[in-house]
């Protein structure tokens, strides 16, 4: 059986070292799609962390806060573990900026090979195909069968279908109608339609998020997702983020995140921060405190060209008198 793990803490900081420390010491042996031969297997688990105080206890020096600056010239309290130096990498080169500004959405058609896909895009921008997927899949739409049109009876019951003696049509919106006694690819001049010359709608799932909670607080539907499936299972670098979901209970909101994948020792606590930051933005619109972030991994993992690193981090942290979880401690101790 797969390795699964349950962390709670008040922290970003202390979940972070739990889950490097469980994970390093109890996680499985895998190997990753993008290891080299001569890499070792990866650690693996399946992780549930619990962050109580998500915005509590931000990294600090001799008892003052820290606020790191990003090449966008802001400034950020950032909650993590000063020894992260990939957190703190990534809040410098404008991790920040990119979710909640989305920064870099340009480059998803700006640049010739990076940026497959932003997170600000697919939550905030989210549409099932884009200009940019026709690179890595073309589908070709077809017209709907008239036959199915005519017995559906959905359509029927709202009066899509008007049948007289005559003809049988299709009442579409904006005043377009269909033959349904002709084949619609007659009535339209086209066969199929190259499913990259549509321009979808796009969709602001945070600001439906906001909308939905404030008519229903209660309400089991406030989601965002950021899969496309016709597009990503045939992308590289598919996103690691697969869903947002967030409730209100006792005047807080509380949001949960679901990661297929994810880089424990080199971006979680970049993640944590960035995802942070729209449940801050949420409950602000909403006139709420912030509950707990809850972060779901199904494969939660440290690469193996990196474990040295980790061990090295540890030793750092241990020589310069830190504070470790007592989870940590103790699996320290063992090892």
Request: glycine share 4%.
């Amino acid at each position: 059986m797969a390795q699964v793990i349950y962390i709670s803490k008040k922290t970003v900081r202390d979940a972070w070292l739990s889950a490097v420390a469980q994970v390093l010491y109890n996680g499985d042996d895998i190997r990753t799609e993008y290891d080299k031969e001569e890499d070792p297997p990866s650690k693996d688990a399946t992780v549930l962390i619990e962050i109580e105080n998500p915005m509590s206890d931000p990294i600090s020096r001799k008892g003052k806060v820290v606020n790191i600056n990003s090449k966008y010239g802001n400034s950020f309290e950032v909650y993590g573990c000063m020894a992260d130096t990939y957190l703190i990498g990534s809040i410098q080169s404008g991790y920040i900026e990119e979710i909640m500004e989305g920064t870099n959405d340009h480059y998803l058609w700006d640049s010739e090979t990076s940026f497959p896909y932003s997170y600000h895009d697919r939550i905030f921008n989210y549409t099932p195909y884009s200009l940019e997927d026709s690179i890595h899949v073309n589908y070709d739409l077809e017209f709907v069968d008239n036959n199915f049109v005519k017995e559906h009876k959905k359509l029927l019951k709202a009066g899509k279908i008007d049948i007289s003696e005559e003809t049988i049509t299709w009442k579409l919106k904006h005043l377009v109608d269909f033959n349904l006694n002709k084949k619609i690819p007659d009535q339209v001049g086209i066969q199929k339609i190259p499913i990259e010359i549509i321009n979808f709608p796009k969709i602001d799932q945070i600001e439906y998020i906001i909308r939905k909670l404030k008519e229903k607080p209660y309400t089991r539907r406030a989601q965002a997702i950021t899969w496309r499936p016709l597009v990503d299972p045939f992308h590289i670098d598919p996103p690691c983020l697969q869903r947002i979901y967030m409730r209100v209970k006792e005047d807080k909101l509380l949001m949960q995140t679901t990661w297929r994948s994810r880089d424990l020792f080199r971006a979680w606590e970049a993640n944590v921060n960035g995802m942070i930051r729209i449940q801050k933005y949420v409950a602000d619109q909403l006139g709420l405190e912030m509950g707990h972030y809850l972060d779901f991994s199904n494969s939660l993992h440290i690469y193996g060209n990196t474990i040295s690193e980790v061990k090295d981090m540890f030793n750092r942290m241990k020589n310069k008198g830190e504070e470790f979880p007592e989870d940590v401690i103790e699996l320290l101790e063992q090892k």
